[in-house]
């Protein structure tokens, strides 16, 4: 049975919360029905509309194999609720259930059996299948609800409970014959999986927290089931299977790969080959290629690249395969060649209008010292793609915006064929930071010790993790802190919450910046409050160092270590908490994770020296 989901008000979902949230595989409570959103095959494919971004299908071609990497936005909800179009299918999930009833059992009454000694009373409900619920999904005349528990693994699999399996342990009496009741205990006023008892009529129990012990092994091997894909989707899969709460928030974590739709100019010398590729995709070898060259403009052009260089970008354009730069890089170089300006009336590219702001206009005092330049970014669009999800682990792009190429991730079709996307317009603005200034900072003694603290955080919550992921470097981490502290203060007078700011870090070999922007579903984007905060820099900057010099939480805050003995098991974090750093995980790209003030302004109890910005 399926129940069908929209995209839009009166209780659907909007289109980006499918790409982010509520994409294939996301367990989702419908006002009737608990329910997993169904995979790419049972969307209405033919009326969906194509979002067209050659970069991003590039990307997705060299990340997942699939050729042609098409984009589509989710299907859009009608006006009138009453009258839905075709939405996306989901499929009920899970098959078990909890009936809505309470049996107070007295102490006297049922004894040891389905208690410890010690408790007064407890609240007993029965635990059936869908197989034995009527037509109106009822058991025995009470109401049934979904049980808040399953199992899955961190690939995405997921799948029922074995109650029965779990209650007896395989050889249990009970399972020799016709099975019986099983009931869910639950004692005590605490409401966690220490309180919870599965038990059977024939006597066996177990408490339910062992199912979350994976030394136990409590619920077996994983299954490799994949019900959003249907009920014969499943696959093989050697992980243990783990306890899930489906309202857990690490029920299902997207993958989703976002590109700024900005010009990129490519490699010169691939321009070259794209100038004269009329004549040069016949060559098949080098002396193909001496040959062609012997007409005076093709040797004209060719003659400042080796040809070993000029048979690889053929090859490479002949298989369809692009040079392929870090997402970030493209667009930081695209952001920095932009021409100086303002005030310009005519908007001509709909998706990209950026100037660079007049230095007169923004840098009024020194405190503006290290910083090289402002650029407005009055038009902006993003396109958005989701590419699989996880399980209890969320796996993050690195700091150049690109997934590790050996990430597992579950499929959101059968075969894919093509993804989901959205497209956000916005407007934003673009701090670049100089980096002769940012070179000299990383010299000072001071700063070096810091950061190998930083990166022997970093090298703690590495441990047991499968990832390898380097330290990102001070750099980024300096860039990180300072745009969580300006989006705090360009959120008092931009007009958007900070919550829907957003923010692309940019530590690249070509430079260093911070992209801070805002973005809608809607065609003509965003109304300029963000953009124009751009020559208010010097006060917002000013508002940024005074935030970060002192926090609600110091010393406790400043003086934090990660690493080592850090007892609360922050190791990516240095001087940053909720009551300085931290802003909204919307707006950030590293889930909160490498912040530290002190590379940032002095805080107490650490070098001055460390920071790159001075409060005088």
């Not at 049922?110 to 029965?126: H, W």
């Not at 014959?177 to 220490?194: A, F, I, Y």
């Not at 177990?206 to 030394?215: M, V």
């Not at 002192?550 to 908490?577: F, K, T, W």
């Amino acid at each position: 049975m399926t129940a069908r989901s929209g995209t839009k008000a009166h209780g659907q979902l909007r289109r980006g919360q499918v790409i982010t949230t509520w994409g294939p595989g996301a367990l989702i409570d419908l006002p009737r029905h608990s329910a997993i959103m169904g995979g790419l095959d049972g969307w209405p494919e033919g009326s969906l509309e194509e979002i067209v971004e050659p970069r991003l299908e590039g990307k997705l071609r060299s990340m997942t194999g699939v050729r042609p990497a098409k984009l589509y936005a989710p299907p859009a909800a009608e006006s009138d609720f009453r009258r839905p179009g075709p939405g996306i299918q989901a499929w009920r999930f899970p098959e078990w259930f909890v009936v809505r009833e309470d049996t107070r059992r007295k102490s006297a009454k049922s004894g040891k059996r389905g208690r410890d000694a010690g408790e007064s009373a407890e609240s007993s409900r029965r635990i059936v299948h869908r197989k034995q619920l009527d037509d109106n999904l009822r058991f025995d005349g009470c109401s049934v609800v979904p049980t808040r528990f399953v199992r899955a693994c961190p690939r995405g699999h997921i799948d029922d409970l074995n109650w029965r399996w779990f209650v007896h342990e395989r050889d249990g009496p009970c399972l020799q014959g016709r099975p019986r009741q099983l009931w869910l205990d639950e004692g005590g006023t605490v409401g966690d999986l220490s309180g919870l008892v599965v038990r059977c009529d024939c006597g066996k129990r177990r408490r339910l927290y062992e199912a979350a012990d994976l030394s136990l092994k409590s619920l077996g091997t994983c299954t490799g089931a994949r019900p959003w894909l249907g009920k014969n989707a499943k696959e093989g899969c050697d992980q243990p299977a783990r306890l899930l709460i489906r309202t857990a928030t690490n029920a299902y974590f997207s993958q989703v790969v976002s590109v700024l739709s900005l010009p990129d100019s490519g490699t010169p010398l691939r321009q070259v080959v794209e100038q004269l590729w009329d004549d040069l995709q016949i060559v098949e070898s080098g002396a193909n290629l001496a040959f062609m060259k012997k007409k005076p403009k093709i040797a004209k052009l060719l003659e400042p690249f080796p040809d070993e260089a000029v048979l690889e970008v053929i090859r490479e354009m002949k298989s369809g395969v692009a040079v392929e730069r870090p997402v970030k890089q493209v667009e930081l170089d695209a952001i920095l060649s932009v021409p100086e300006g303002f005030g310009d009336d005519v908007l001509p590219d709909r998706n990209f209008y950026a100037r660079r702001l007049p230095e007169h206009l923004w840098r009024h005092s020194r405190r503006c010292d290290g910083i090289a330049s402002v650029v407005q970014l009055h038009r902006l669009r993003e396109v958005l793609a989701l590419i699989g999800f996880t399980r209890f682990e969320a796996v993050t792009p690195d700091i150049h915006g690109e997934y590790e190429t050996d990430v597992q991730r579950a499929d959101l079709a059968r075969l894919p064929s093509w993804f989901p996307a959205v497209e956000n317009r916005g407007e934003g603005m673009f701090l670049e930071l100089d980096a002769e200034a940012v070179t000299t900072w990383l010299e000072r003694d001071a700063v070096k010790h810091r950061l190998e603290r930083l990166a022997k955080g970093h090298e703690a919550w590495q441990a047991g993790r499968k990832l390898n992921r380097a330290f990102p470097g001070g750099p980024y981490i300096l860039l990180h802190t300072l745009s969580h502290l300006l989006i705090q203060s360009l959120a008092m007078r931009c007009g958007y919450p900070a919550s829907s700011i957003r923010e692309r870090i940019y530590a690249e070999e070509s430079g260093f910046g911070i992209l801070l922007f805002t973005g809608s579903p809607d065609a003509e984007g965003t109304l300029g409050g963000l953009v124009q905060q751009a020559r208010q820099l010097e006060e917002h900057l000013r508002n940024a160092l005074d935030t970060g010099g002192l926090c609600s939480n110091d010393p406790i805050c400043a003086q934090h270590v990660p690493g080592g003995r850090d007892m609360e098991g922050r190791h990516l974090q240095g001087a940053a908490c909720h009551g300085c750093a931290l802003v909204a995980e919307t707006s950030c790209e590293m889930r909160n994770d490498y912040l530290d003030r002190a590379l940032v302004v002095p805080v107490l109890g650490q070098q001055p020296d460390v920071a790159f910005f001075s409060t005088a």
